[in-house]
């Protein structure tokens, strides 16, 4: 008879090394003996999460979850599974159930708020990422996540609130840097917009879509007059360009466009004398 103790204390060896095919090879030489020896479904369905097949981590997810129905840790490993398979709506199914037994694992938000978010429920993705922004305030995926879906229903202001909350953190994420562009942009602070794009620029000189989004600003002579933003190219003072900003803004709130253009004209007559 194997000694199946000694088979498991080798397969957890294999794993530990990430020799997993051997590794999984002994798990189920171990099944074969004994289908209920350990939670050995939820080993397998945890390596094959790593290797990338998600098909065979469910299956033995969901063996171990018949055997075991009140295990968190599975149904919250199963509910990610489902999630990057695609089965969203099994992933928010499995990840609710998990939430109403009482199972204090917060990142299911996260998930569901992905999950949400795929599916077009937007406004339930958003919940899902304010509740999990309020259990863990200092969780950055689920800020920037819950400023992605804010931007992606148009609420700029709330999506622009989190991205400073994670700059606050790390400022140079280039990402949060593009993305709070956007979100200036979808708000018509145009300044602020090209400050943001610009920073992106700098932190990451290849990124083609900030360039792109700067090209499309600088060309669009009539938005730039109408904001009053003089010659935007020669202004390489952040404050210049926020004053040329307000003031433009300014006219432009009135419909005093001829009052916008007269005051670039003095700018650049001023710049000449210098």
């Known amino acids: 008879m194997k000694d199946l103790n000694q088979l498991f204390k080798k397969a957890e060896d294999f794993k530990r090394k990430g020799l997993l095919d051997n590794a999984i090879e002994l798990y189920n030489e171990i099944l074969a003996e004994d289908p209920d020896y350990e939670d050995i479904h939820a080993i397998l369905g945890e390596i ?21 129905s009140e295990n968190c840790l ?12 695609t089965q969203f709506s099994k992933s928010i199914h499995i990840l609710s159930n998990l939430l109403q ?12 708020g992905l999950a949400y978010y ?9 919940e899902m990422f304010e509740t999990l922004r309020d259990k ?9 996540n819950l400023a992605l879906a804010y931007k992606t229903i148009g609420d700029y202001t709330k999506a622009i609130e989190c991205f400073k909350q994670i700059l606050a953190e790390d400022p140079a994420i280039v990402s949060v840097h593009y993305n709070m562009g956007l979100s200036y942009l979808g708000d018509m602070q145009i300044a602020l917009a090209l400050k943001h794009f610009q920073r992106v620029v700098e932190l990451d000189p290849e ?28 202004i390489t003072n952040h404050e210049e360009l926020d004053i040329n900003f307000r003031i433009g803004e300014a006219y432009k709130g ?6 916008t253009f007269k005051y670039l004209k003095s700018l650049a007559i001023d710049k000449d004398k210098k």
Not at 74 to 85: E, F, M, N, Q, S
Not at 101 to 112: F, H, P, R, S, T
Not at 207 to 231: F, T
Not at 254 to 259: A, P
Request: proline residues 2%; charged residues 25%.
């Open 48 to 68: 094959y999460y790593i290797k990338g097949d998600v098909e065979l981590s469910v299956q033995n997810y969901e063996l171990q979850i018949a055997k075991c």
């Open 74 to 85: 599975v149904l919250y490993r199963l509910g990610i599974t489902y999630y990057r398979a």
């Open 101 to 112: 037994k009482g199972c204090e694992l917060d990142m299911a938000y996260y998930w569901m």
């Open 118 to 126: 795929h599916t077009g429920r937007i406004h339930k993705s958003i």
């Open 136 to 144: 863990m305030p200092q969780n950055t995926i689920g800020c920037n």
């Open 207 to 234: 990124h083609i879509a900030a360039r792109k989004k700067l090209d499309e600003i600088y060309n669009d002579q009539e938005m730039l007059y109408s904001y009053g933003i003089a010659a935007p190219k020669d």
């Open 254 to 259: 009135f419909s005093m466009i001829d009052k």
